[in-house]
């Protein structure tokens, strides 16, 4: 029995609202359970400096949380003056992912910012970050495709994470803060919509883990993205 | 006639949502029309290290504002290294309008840190921040005096916070964006609800104003207040 | 009584000595009693980036105050790495006031600079820069003027600030340190020559404050700034 | 045929020179044929502050790149001020790797910091600072040991790691610079002497990748970490 | 002919007015010619961390340039978020020139800050700070002797400071910035009040020079640093 | 007799070796006994901005130590932020005894970059940076040359630096670490090949030193960058 008391395959309950903001290209609030993040993308008309007259563009990322998203405060990181390690690694991750999707031909010289910030965290907030941040990106490509301002679409596939871990001998899916802190090996799973692999990221909290244990962690992983992809699905279609 | 259609002595529609954050002591998120506000109260068991072994305890404040609250994306203040002299004058004057209310003897010696982050933004934020900060604060108060931690209530009076200016020669209460960006003169008033003054702040964006201009906007400031107190009383009791 | 033994209306002891700058285009060394402040305005002969191509000047302000200009020492905000948000709110509101008094059009695209830099500090630092600050740019916008650069004088108004207080239940005008620490409600209001209001900030340190309380400190701050105008004629014409 | 010349699933030359720094408590020069990594391990007496008064150890990490050992120079990020994300994911990837193979309730109330300095980048230089890393620390460990400060061995296992990639549709084992930047999918596996996972990393460059394609990166990866193991062992007998 | 028709060994101007600062133990505002530097003393009764316990005291200092000391504006180091190379540079020689006349001892476990500002600059702004930097200091120590918390003098002698260079061919003592910036050879010497060497540095600026040339500008710095312990003797016992 | 045995006027074993670094223009690891420093040199194509359109180049320098370089580590400068005054005040020393013997017209529009990181410290580290670096900028020159890129030799002379102290009242040549601790004079000197000086530094630690003992140190320091110019000349010419 997990401490959630759900189900070994068992996601938390997956919430995702879109338009949330009144100003952004494309966003959602996705909430994981207890987990929410706020996702927006906004689009800027020219591409980073790297890729002028490349006739390409770029999809970046950005992650935050809130001061008091944590059980006890964490220190607001505008006002430690920079960005913690965690953090960089985190909008680094959630970057590729997004990338790995983008046909960034298609989109041409501009860019998209995809901003997470956790409103409340309770365990797997990169994952929902990713999956969050996709509704939000596919929102505002097709803004740029509704405007013209784009004409395939830049956007190929689907993609989304989930988090599943090791706990008690048992693989879990979508680890929650209190199973999460209690895992014995941790990983997450970035999925695209067809099922093929962006990234995997697995740690040994305790002991190290065996081919076999990743190989069971990696078909919850893929159980889950399914679900959500087709969460993904019914909210880019409301 | 002013832009947003409002009379003008009218406020926004004012929403305070009580209990939104599963983690903090106190919390709300307010909106003021489509200025929105996530106000956090938490509470550490140790005063700041000044104040240590005189009996007393502090109120600060920090205020943020996510990158796309804002019509065009804002750079990420973690991002750039450091808070904006604008976010530093916020949050100093949001912890000076909540201090000025707390009795910091009955308080002893805690700390409460009230956040304000700024999840859309039209205008008025800071007066939003400061009242829903007291929201969250009152609401982290009476924890502590629910468990019996403290035995006074430190909190002395409401505290809500509007903003005024005058508009092509004619004072507005509450400005939205667009308001404010055409507002001559512009003034935040942070008042009691006994009606007596914590903190004005009135500036000439463009021509000085009069001594006369500046009583108007203070009495349109009184009844804008009174009207947030009465909102502040009620999310309280709810 | 006041701690001074000054009369409650009465200012400090005003000095202005201008052309202090070997290499300024306008300088002064403003004293009120022992609070003494360095200002020197900067011709640059470019706009900022954000003027460019619009025919419009502008006017900024930095302030700092030396290690040793305070009581005890305070710590170099060079060796710090950053201004704190006590110097950035003072320095954008000299900026503030300035600039209430500048034709940025009559200007051109040029940019005013004005340091204010307290070599000794007794209370009152901020208004003195304000005070002191517009005869720097006087001078400045005078060699502008002589030297044809500008056809138009580009300055409206003389500009000039003073605090005003409560203590012990007396308005006072023009707090010392030892008055400052003390008052109850501290005020600062800027003042232009024709008796307009360009900025008020008034807050209370201990106990709310009245509307009354308020148009007293006002009545105070006018007879206050009408003398200090009157000493900045002196100044620039001498 | 892949760009080294090199077969599929064959290792660069390895060089692992122990001793190499007259100061440190353990150290080596790791050299993956043209990634050359000082490693070095510092003791010290006393732990990070939220280990005090537990009894237990810690192994951390810090990672660096000389500004020319890369083909064209890197800024410093000592004269940027700050470490990059890129930096900052590794050093804390080579830390976790490293104390997955700790007992810390052993290892007592101490800390060793293993730097991890790149003389020279060809590719691959996280794996060969883990790899040497761990030869730093066991020979940190042995004096530890030798002088009777600690009496078990702290040093559970052997750790090394290795990249793997998909070039051209093939599996490669050690990718160099011309290698990696050229391949579509990019692993890293960290694995103990025992053969069991301590963490992997892998992410589409380009296209996703299928799980049999993970399944046989991971399989090289077990192949290379056994050499590499294999040479540790000669290294620290020498 | 000097460019600035003094004798080729000829000071300019001294002025060493003291007790400048109503706040510093030692003060004074020293002028060479127009170059003006404010000099101020601060006692603090625990010394350094790396002291405590040593029975030793510390002497420390500090330099900066008000932005617009300077020919044309400089920018505010506050402001930049750093002290650039060169003012580290120089306030770390101030340290160590007047370290070389205090017995640390004699001190006892105290620090004492000075603090040497431009307030306006033509050259030899580090020699000024020296020379006007041990009359602050010297001030003081007369106030700490006074008082009965030192029993010994800890100030062992007079030391002064000077430039000396070389400009089309001929030795000048006490360079001002014009001549600065065309000499060929420039050194500064650091000289006790019994003509002994504390620190010179002297460096080509175009053709490297010989060591007769380099005798000739210690001797000429011998000659003007006892001119400046002579106007140091006269500014104390005033 | 000194610490490390050696005569007073006898150099450490020097080894030069070149050509260690596989990307950079320009390279060696000099070993100053157990002093070793690696340079490489970094040819750029533009040069700095304030040099554009003026037909001439720059070269400058840049420090490191290897946090473990030390007998105890040091923290990581990219760690901690920015760069020490200690650091920042040799690479201005290094880069300016570089450029005394570079004919930058010759040189034209680019940049040579000189990075000196130390690998192991054991005193005279800033010295032995000069001498090797200034063999890496000749083996840069020389590609230059080779290329066509510039046609005349822009490296005018050679450069090398040593320290000399006194120590125990002996005037000693190339300090290791031991005797720089204990010297009581400590100087630097940097000397062409032609025996002119470029740069002399000499600081009292302890007592003041008389002009004699300058001198003293002075032909020692002649003595020593002769030794030095010839081992430069054998490495650049194996």
């Known amino acids: 029995m997990r401490p959630s008391g759900r189900a070994l395959d068992q996601l938390r309950t997956i919430s995702i609202e879109t338009g949330v903001s009144l100003h ?12 929410h ?18 006739g390409m563009g770029w999809v970046t990322a950005e992650y935050g949380m809130l001061p008091r998203s944590t059980h006890t405060r964490s220190r607001r990181e505008a006002a430690a003056g920079k960005q913690s390690g965690r953090t960089q690694e985190i909008q680094r991750l959630i970057g590729r992912s997004l ?11 501009r860019q998209i910012t995809v901003d997470c910030d956790v409103i409340q ?36 596939d689907h993609v989304a994470a989930i988090s599943c871990g090791i706990y008690a001998g048992q693989p879990l899916l979508d680890l929650d803060y209190d199973e999460d802190s209690a895992a014995g090996t941790d990983g997450n799973f970035v999925i695209t919509g067809k099922g093929k692999l962006v ?21 919850l992983g ?11 699905k019914q909210a880019v279609s409301a």
Chains 1, 2, 3, 4, 5, 6 share one sequence.
């Open 24 to 35: 952004a290209e494309g966003s959602c609030l996705i909430k994981m359970g207890n987990t």
């Open 199 to 219: 990234e995997i990221q697995a740690s040994a909290e305790g002991a190290p883990f065996s081919t076999d244990e990743l190989l069971t962690l990696m078909s």
């Open 121 to 156: 965290a309770d365990g797997g907030t990169r994952c929902a970050a990713i999956t969050g941040g996709w509704v939000a990106l596919r929102l505002a490509m097709n803004r740029l495709m509704q405007k013209g301002i784009v004409t395939g679409d830049p956007l190929l």
């Open 222 to 232: 893929m159980k889950g993205t399914e679900l959500l992809v087709a969460a993904q």
């Open 99 to 109: 990338r790995a999707v983008v046909d960034r031909q298609a989109l041409g010289e």
């Open 37 to 54: 993040v706020l996702c927006t993308a906004s689009i800027e008309d020219k591409p980073p400096s790297f890729l002028r007259n490349t």
